[in-house]
Structure formats: structure tokens, C-alpha cells
């Protein structure tokens, strides 16, 4: 597992207060971790904070998945670097 990836659940994991051995890279943030729209929200800002992205909040056709949020922040980072 990647240090994105790691840094990444351990965000939500805290943000939803889910136990990070029950989140992986195949789980739906709304479906299968039951965040709200506040919830995704949150982690939005979390993740910019923590990676130094900007994150466009009206994609709701966004990253789904942990795996696809995931990549989706790896390619935000390697753009920036």
C-alpha cells in the first residue's frame, strides 16, 4: 500500500470514524462507509490539506472508491510536482 493510499484511509477512517482495517480500495465512500454529503465535504478539504491539491467539489461524477480517489490524488500530486 502506497504512503497516498495509507494517508488517504487513514482520513476517512477518522472522518467517518470507521475502523481503517475495514476500508479498502474496492469500498464506496456513500454506499459502503455511509458518508453524506457534509462527510464527503470534509474529506475533500482533508485531502487538500493533507496533499496540497485543489479539489473541484462540483464533480459528482467524481471518485467513487477508495482505489479511485486514490489515483485520482496521485495524479493531482504528480501534477504538481
Known amino acids: 500500500m502506497s504512503d ?3 494517508k488517504i484511509i487513514d482520513i476517512i477512517a477518522e472522518r467517518l470514524d ?3 482495517a475495514s476500508i479498502t480500495a474496492e469500498s464506496n465512500v456513500v ?4 458518508a453524506d454529503s457534509l462527510d464527503i465535504a470534509e474529506i475533500m ?3 487538500e490539506d493533507a496533499f496540497g491539491v485543489k479539489l473541484e ?10 482505489g479511485d480517489i486514490v489515483a485520482f490524488i496521485e495524479k493531482k500530486v504528480a501534477e504538481n510536482a
Not at 31 to 34: E, H, K, M, Y
Open 45 to 47: 478539504m482533508d485531502l
Open 4 to 6: 497516498i493510499q495509507n
Open 18 to 20: 470507521k475502523d481503517k
Open 31 to 34: 454506499a459502503d462507509l455511509g
Open 57 to 66: 467539489e462540483d464533480n459528482a461524477e467524481g471518485p467513487q472508491t477508495v
